[in-house]
């Protein structure tokens, strides 16, 4: 099966042709798979219910698991375009799309880790607490979330920087 969505996934027949990809039968074509990765990364832009956090943390580290395969894709065919003295292909795009949705991520992944996590803290015995564990944990998302504040507040996302506001008041209690 070549995959033919746009002219840039001609490298990609030459790699089925030459039988070089690894999993035989199974083609990824890296653009299909970045406007996948897209059309999610417009969706966590309107998404913003804390009810949910849990699926839509799962739905972001499926994402982001699916853009660092892409990436990791990216690296594989520059070097075999090089390999066959091709131009690498410029693969700019699968970058910034990679830095747009780092906020994103990191708010829910952050956002369930800190539910999780502090349910356990009050919850559990407290002699299973590990006060490194927390401290460590209290203060990564304390400065993390800060920072993506900011960023978000640069993109006039005000929504999502109220999210991560809204997280850091609940780990300063």
Request: hydrophobic share 40%; with cysteine; aromatic share 16%.
């Amino acid at each position: 099966m070549v995959l033919a969505c746009y002219q840039e996934c001609f490298f990609f027949s030459v790699i089925q042709i030459l039988g070089l990809y690894p999993h035989k039968g199974t083609y990824i074509c890296v653009y299909c798979d970045l406007n996948i990765c897209l059309f999610f990364c417009f969706l966590f832009l309107e998404n913003n219910c804390f009810l949910q956090v849990e699926r839509i943390a799962l739905d972001a580290h499926e994402v982001d698991k699916r853009l660092r395969k892409a990436q990791e894709l990216t690296r594989l065919f520059n070097s075999r375009e090089l390999l066959f003295g091709v131009t690498p292909t410029d693969y700019g795009t699968l970058a910034k799309v990679i830095e747009q949705f780092e906020p994103f991520f990191y708010l829910w992944s952050s956002a369930a880790d800190w539910k999780q996590d502090n349910a356990s803290w009050m919850n559990d015995p407290f002699e299973q607490l590990v006060p490194d564990d927390v401290e460590r944990n209290v203060t990564g998302w304390w400065k993390g979330l800060f920072k993506y504040q900011r960023e978000f507040n640069k993109r006039e996302l005000a929504s999502q920087a109220n999210s991560c506001e809204t997280i850091r008041q609940q780990v300063h209690f």
